[in-house]
Nanobody
Framework: QVQLVESGGGLVQAGGSLRLSCAASGSIFRRNAVAWYRQAPGKQRELVAAITNGGVANYGDSVKGRFTISRDNAKNTVYLQMDSLKPEDTAVYYC?????????????WGQGTQVTVSS
């Protein structure tokens, strides 16, 4: 079993920055990927960024050039640095872990952290 705890959300003005953290504990296997998703009211959950255990990252089109995902494998923590924030970035941000157990992917979600960007 894996637990994911997000932190770092809050209220920020447009143009500002926030850094989200996702700390994982439990049975984390060598082959895994961690992603940040977000969901705004009335909208579907969308992928923000993802990173593999090897450090390969990819981003949603709406955040490319503004957000950076990184990970510290020694701390089992993934970060999302969010710069040049816009009001449309307002959403609940969720951490997601896909964990390969040798026969399939196990998927875990955090509880979410609210990010609000004021104009």
């Amino acid at each position: 079993q894996v637990q994911l705890v997000e932190s770092g959300g809050g209220l920020v003005q447009a143009g500002g920055s926030l850094r989200l953290s996702c700390a994982a504990s439990g049975s984390i296997f060598r082959r895994n990927a961690v992603a940040w998703y977000r969901q705004a009211p009335g909208k579907q959950r969308e992928l923000v960024a993802a990173i593999t255990n090897g450090g390969v990252a990819n981003y949603g089109d709406s955040v490319k050039g503004r957000f950076t995902i990184s990970r510290d494998n020694a701390k089992n923590t993934v970060y999302l640095q969010m710069d040049s924030l816009k009001p449309e970035d307002t959403a609940v941000y969720y951490c997601n872990l896909e964990n390969w157990d040798g026969s399939g992917w196990l998927v875990y979600w955090g509880q979410g952290t609210q990010v609000t960007v004021s104009s």
